[in-house]
Nanobody
Framework: QVQLVESGGGLVQPGGALRLSCAAS????????MGWYRQAPGKQRELVAS??????NYAESVKGRFTLSRDNARNAVDLQMNNLKPEDTAIYYC?????????WGQGTQVTVSS
């Protein structure tokens, strides 16, 4: 059974940094796409960053602050988040997409507050 396990969320002050990690287990294949979504209270889930066959895309609101990196050997993806803002507060979900399915992590809370 494929599982995506996330780590690295927490509480940070505005201007601070966090690194989220997501690794897949139980998969015999490499996802062709991986990335992160987030969902803030009362808002729809939005795409934060994704990588597909070497091409990486970011939401406008995080460009220049967040960096997505992929480790194909571990079937993993990390999200380095710098200069965090209160509006970045949300639950962050990792995903991995194969040809037949999309898999999700359990979510990790990121709270940016002074």
């Amino acid at each position: 059974q494929v599982q995506l396990v996330e780590s690295g969320g927490g509480l940070v002050q505005p201007g601070g940094a966090l690194r989220l990690s997501c690794a897949a287990s139980g998969s015999r294949f490499r996802f062709y796409a991986m990335g992160w979504y987030r969902q803030a209270p009362g808002k729809q889930r939005e795409l934060v960053a994704s990588t597909t066959d070497g091409s990486t895309n970011y939401a406008e609101s995080v460009k220049g602050r967040f960096t997505l990196s992929r480790d194909n050997a571990r079937n993993a993806v990390d999200l380095q988040m710098n200069n965090l803002k209160p509006e970045d507060t949300a639950i962050y979900y990792c995903y991995g997409r194969s040809l037949s399915n999309t898999y999700w992590g359990q979510g990790t809370q990121v709270t940016v507050s002074s």
